[in-house]
């Protein structure tokens, strides 16, 4: 995990998909 100082290069749809993996997860 290499956080470079930069909040623009994070994508919505990555932070969807760890969300939706983390629901998933606690859904189960």
């Excluded at 100082?5 to 606690?26: A, D, N, T, Y």
């Amino acid at each position: 995990m290499k956080r470079k100082s930069g909040k623009r290069s994070f994508k919505p749809l990555e932070i969807s998909f760890s969300w939706f993996k983390v629901v998933f997860l606690m859904k189960r």
